[in-house]
């Protein structure tokens, strides 16, 4: 809410300063998001009546004006304008003067002729014709003749003024206007508020004669309100009303659109005005649109409306979009001769959805969106009349038509004064209550304690004890709340086993330089393609966003890894060298598409690592690790994840479940993503690891007998697995095997063709004695013997 | 004989003084005290000693031997202590040469801030929990006193994934969860992931990250928000922090307030960080609206609560002195790497 200080000072008397007056109204929640000082924008114009004009003797387009300026001394300033005559009263900037289009002007030499400043014309001060008459014609800006020399040039245009512009919380609609602020500011300063009382002239007449009003919603149409006013004087506004509308931002058009405005600015109660010739049939029918009708709008565009919008029409077609516009059909012309003006209350929610569907926003619609108060509805119109009585306007019918079901009370709310006290946890005085809120406008007297309180019309938001608090706070002032501690017993909190189980993973993680990373939960609805997924895979199945910003946030992810290569490809194309990355984040699964109720959101960690000395295996290694740390016994089986190489991918299962897959980026999927080298992504489910129960950890007696190594050099197919063997060795080895080392593979000279060499080292240890060589041999042999059964054989 | 001995202690103690090694030392040992060394070869000559001489000339050939056998230990003890200082001389290192460590790993910034913020929270008794990022309607907008027609639900653009369902728009959906499923005394915080439609910029992102928090019980005061928003300001921005209160709005909490800290770069005085303010604008609380309680079966008449909304992003942005949101979620190792 953009506010002029000069027209707030019409209702309020001000006697702090600029700074003063924002911090107090910051204090009591009208936050000031700018401050405005429109004389900043223009310095040392003044108004100058030319004297005298001479020819330049060095040119034939100059010439050399002398300039009263209200001083003993003329000014002379040279000008290259045509226009200008003697006695013409004309803006002069002078020495050192600053206009609105950032120019600064100097004294300076025009071929020889000193000039001491520069004429202007209109354009160079930002005007437009509707600001001041004739400052669009070319050459320089020729004001009103009963300006007095000397004059400044900001008081000439209403530049004298500051604009504040408070934001205005949703539930305080009553402050969307100049009234409601000045109520506020009046409160804040502890003044008295001079709130118009609206009267005016009238002629007698019967307004049934010339118009009669339907409505057929009062549902959506709450109350309507209709007054007709003959013999119009189309003119243009007073300069006093002008300089507020321009300071709010709107253009003065002539009187009677601007008062609809000012009114609007002033009571936050929107107006409009028929010509009442266009209405057809002479009847205001207030109903909803039919499907498909359409309506033209003051801004000569064309809207085809639906059923649930209500529209103002006469006995023929819409003549206006009920709250939001006018119909270009209807509006006030300059030589219209009858008005019909009307004030309504719209229902909020009907006008946000009928504004929004067609894409119009307008001060109106906004006021009606954010709420308006039905009994405001008869004193802006009273308003409006008062000043159209004003300003001779035209003859104001002394009959009113006003429909609705029934109008607002004050109403009232007892409070306990104790109850706010305990609620705020202070202890005010009941009497401080009373007066801050009769200083709101709240009429309240106290009773034994109990703040009885008539709520005003306007002040819908209070509706309880709360509401009260928050009132006699915010004035009161929160510098006197004092932080006290929480009562009841204090115990530390708990986090979730889930968290907890995090956390432990993401030590392990970071133990092994991993890096934790955050990504975006939507993406493209194109980034599964690089992934090359199989038409039937449940990663497909994605939830997607109905208005997203985008379509690279279109789509709820199923997978990270996606994410995870993007993040990859920014660290490589950036000239790191190796990194490590994790991320712990969710999965959305829906339950069914379309949606229809919440999706599953489960855990899941990826991970990517790339670099010098990464591998496969150094992935597998964390992975091994992270398992261990759960004390899950997964297995790791060959997998088919069409973005992973298909000869270096693994799939991580425990029991019949594949929790995760890991392996080396397809060298296709990594060209997706600009990356160039390899890389390895792992993504591993959560539930499962959140689930696991970790068993107690039990202390293990340290062996007291030494242990015996044998090394095995074993020749075996090239295809053979050597996990599956170690598996194989350990177990045949039965329980005196302590433990099975790889040291070697080799493939190569003296190895067979399609063989290699796997050299193990068997470690076995009893925990009853130190072996003997006879029970070692026994073991081995059997190992040897049972590996021919699965064609590995010892190598000679 | 006795004459000889002392001779051979005082050659003995000479030559051991003379000897620069431990192979002198032991060359002097098998000299006198070896199986062939002249105090054994006087001990052999025993023999042709009287019966009274014998024990004197043998208590002092045994003292004469304990002597040298001493002298010869303690040179041993200096030659080596001098051989070991002179190799450990020759071992010296340039310690200025960078060490050797082994590769960091590190938590996200967000996640670093979050943790040391539960753990504050945590040590005032209050629990962590999650609720869904998929919200409904009801979760997200009725039950925080936000239904359909209210102009507050223009505050925030929504993301919608089906009829009545969206991406939340705040943790405060949470505090209904956890009122429906747990009865007061209610101490909760709650982080997570939320969303608005909102275009990326320096300072805004469509998925950022709130901490809600929520205390329910009899007798809670605005005055209690304020001790405990204090107590967190505090542990966050050191011990001489400030909190201000400044009257807002906000539909599920009545009187609400926007919360303040006095500036941790300058105090109040206003400097570059808080824009000359001095002061720094970090969270919206307020007092849980009645309407919000009842809807979660709690009597507003018994009981009372405070909720508070932390926006994490910017308090990682601020306490690290972050200038632009989007390096969050880039994850520039390089970035990464400095927390």
């Not at chain 1, 119109?381 to 429909?403: F, K, N, V």
């Not at chain 1, 690089?530 to 039937?536: D, T």
Request: aromatic share 6%.
């Amino acid at each position: 809410m953009k506010v002029s200080l000069n027209w707030l000072k019409l209702y309020v008397d001000i006697d702090v300063t600029l700074d003063e007056l924002c911090n107090k109204m910051i204090s009591a929640g009208f936050e000031v998001e700018g401050v405005e000082n429109l004389a900043d924008t223009m310095q040392n114009v003044v108004v100058g009546k030319i004297v005298k004009i001479t020819p330049h003797e060095n040119s034939d387009h100059l010439q050399i004006c002398q300039i009263d300026i209200g001083e003993s001394e003329l000014v002379q300033i040279v000008t290259g304008a045509q226009n200008v005559f003697e006695g013409a009263i004309v803006p002069a900037a002078l020495h050192n003067s600053v206009l609105p289009n950032g120019m600064n002007i100097k004294k300076g030499k025009l071929r020889g002729v000193e000039s001491c400043g520069m004429l202007c014309s209109g354009e160079e001060l930002c005007l437009k014709e509707a600001d001041y008459p004739g400052a669009e014609v070319y050459g320089i800006l020729i004001l009103d003749d009963s300006l007095i020399p000397g004059t400044d040039m900001r008081e000439v245009l209403g530049l004298d003024d500051v604009i504040i512009d408070f934001s205005v919380t949703s539930n305080r609609p009553d402050c969307q206007c100049m009234i409601g602020i000045a109520r506020e500011v009046g409160v804040v300063l502890n003044k008295p508020v001079n709130i118009p009382n609206p009267t005016y002239k009238t002629v007698s007449g019967e307004i049934t004669d010339y118009i009669t009003v339907e409505d057929r919603n009062f549902d959506l149409c709450e109350r309507y309100m209709g007054r007709v006013v003959n013999n119009l004087r189309i003119k243009p506004s007073p300069d006093w009303m002008k300089k507020c509308l321009k300071a709010a931002g709107m253009r003065p058009i002539n009187n009677i659109v601007d008062i609809t405005n000012f009114v609007m600015l002033e009571t936050g109660q929107p107006m409009h005005a028929f010509d009442r010739r266009d209405i057809k049939g002479n009847k205001i029918i207030i109903r909803n649109a039919f499907e498909g009708e359409k309506i033209t709008t003051l801004d000569e565009k064309e809207h085809t409306l639906t059923e649930q919008m209500l529209v103002i029409a006469d006995a023929e077609a819409p003549s206006c979009l009920a709250g939001i516009m006018g119909g270009l059909n209807s509006e006030i012309k300059d030589d219209t001769t009858e008005l019909f003006l009307e004030s309504a209350k719209f229902k909020r929610d009907n006008v946000r959805s009928t504004a929004r569907a067609l894409g119009v926003r307008t001060e109106s619609s906004s006021r009606f969106e954010r709420g308006t108060d039905i009994m405001n509805v008869q004193f802006a119109m009273d308003r409006a009349l008062q000043l159209i009585s004003e300003l001779d306007a035209g003859d104001i019918i002394d009959t009113t038509i006003d429909l609705h079901q029934g109008l607002k009370e004050d109403r009232l709310l007892n409070v306990s004064a104790q109850s706010v006290n305990d609620l705020l946890g202070l202890n005010i005085d009941a009497s401080v209550m009373v007066d801050i809120l009769n200083r709101l406008s709240i009429k309240t007297s106290e009773d034994n304690g109990i703040l009885n309180c008539l709520i005003p019309s306007w002040r819908d938001d209070i509706e309880g004890k709360a509401d009260i608090a928050e009132e006699v706070m915010r004035i009161y002032g929160y510098e006197h709340i004092v932080g006290t501690s929480v009562k009841g017993v204090l115990t530390r909190g708990k986090k979730s086993d889930e968290r907890m189980k995090a956390d432990k993973i993401k030590n392990l993680l970071i133990c092994n330089s991993m890096r934790e990373i955050t990504t975006y939960s939507f993406i493209s609805s194109k980034a599964l393609e690089p992934l090359n997924l199989n038409e039937a895979d449940e990663r497909n199945k994605t939830i997607s966003i109905i208005n997203p910003l985008g379509d690279e946030y279109s789509t709820m992810r199923t997978q990270l890894t996606t994410s995870m290569l993007t993040v990859l490809s920014t660290n490589i194309n950036r000239k790191t060298k190796s990194a490590r990355f994790f991320e712990i984040s969710k999965r959305f699964i829906p339950k069914s598409l379309p949606l229809t109720e919440q999706p599953l959101e489960l855990p899941v960690l990826c991970m990517g690592i790339y670099g010098e000395g990464e591998d496969f295996f150094t992935l597998k290694g964390i992975i091994e690790q992270l398992m261990q740390s759960f004390s899950l016994n997964v297995k790791y089986q060959k997998s088919a994840e069409p973005f992973l190489h298909p000869g270096r991918q693994a799939q991580i299962v425990l029991g019949d479940t594949v929790i995760g897959t890991f392996g080396e980026v397809h060298p296709k999927t990594a060209d997706c993503y600009d990356i160039n080298e390899k890389v390895y992504v792992a993504e591993i489910k959560l539930e499962q690891l959140y689930a696991a129960v970790q068993p107690p950890v039990i202390y293990k007696a340290t062996p007291k007998f030494p242990a015996v190594n044998r090394d095995l050099a074993l020749l075996c197919n090239k295809t053979q697995p050597v996990g599956d063997l170690i598996d194989f060795v350990s177990q045949t080895a039965g329980k005196l095997c302590e433990n099975v080392e790889l040291f070697d593979i080799y493939e190569g000279e003296q190895i067979p063709d399609g063989k290699k060499s796997v050299a193990i080292s068997l470690v076995l240890r009893s925990a009853e004695a130190t072996l003997t060589d006879l029970e070692v041999d026994a073991v081995i042999n059997k190992v040897i013997k049972r590996l021919q059964t699965i064609d590995v054989a010892l190598r000679q | 004989m006795k004459d000889k001995l002392e001779l051979l202690r005082s050659a003995a103690k000479a030559e051991i003084h003379a000897a620069d090694s431990v192979q002198a030392v032991d060359e002097i040992r098998v000299k006198f005290l070896g199986k062939k060394g002249e105090i054994t070869a006087i001990l052999k000559q025993m023999g042709s000693l009287s019966a009274e001489e014998r024990p004197i000339i043998g208590q002092l050939a045994n003292e004469v031997r304990a002597d040298i056998e001493a002298e010869i230990a303690g040179a041993m003890s200096l030659l080596k202590d001098k051989a070991l200082n002179a190799k450990l001389e020759a071992e010296e290192i340039d310690i200025t040469l960078p060490g050797k460590q082994a590769a960091k790993g590190s938590l996200h910034p967000l996640n670093s801030v979050l943790e040391n913020l539960i753990d504050i929270f945590q040590s005032m008794g209050f629990d962590v929990v999650d609720g869904p990022e998929v919200e409904t309607e009801h979760y997200n907008f009725e039950a925080l006193n936000v239904p359909a027609d209210h102009p507050a639900r223009d505050m925030q653009d929504t993301f919608y994934l089906g009829p009545e369902l969206l991406l939340r728009t705040q943790t405060s959906a949470a505090q209904i969860r956890t009122m429906e499923t747990r009865k007061p005394p209610i101490r909760i915080i709650s982080p997570g992931r939320v969303y608005r439609a909102d275009e990326v910029d320096a300072t805004h992102s469509p998925v950022f990250h709130q901490v809600e928090g929520l205390v329910v019980d009899k007798g809670i005061t605005l005055c209690d928000l304020m001790g405990t928003l204090e107590k967190f300001a505090q542990e966050i921005y050191g011990s001489d922090t400030k909190v201000r209160f400044r009257p807002s709005f906000f539909p599920f909490t009545e009187p609400s307030v926007e919360v303040d800290v006095s500036c941790p770069k300058c105090g109040t005085k206003g400097c570059n960080m808080c824009k000359g303010a001095g002061w720094i604008e970090i969270l919206g609380a307020g007092m849980v609206h009645p309407n919000v309680l009842r809807s979660c079966g709690i009597d507003p008449e018994v009981y009372t609560g405070f909720a508070f909304g932390i926006g994490l992003d910017r308090l990682t942005t601020t306490k690290h002195k972050i200038s632009d949101i989007r390096l969050l979620f880039e994850n520039d190792v390089r970035f990464l790497e400095q927390f």
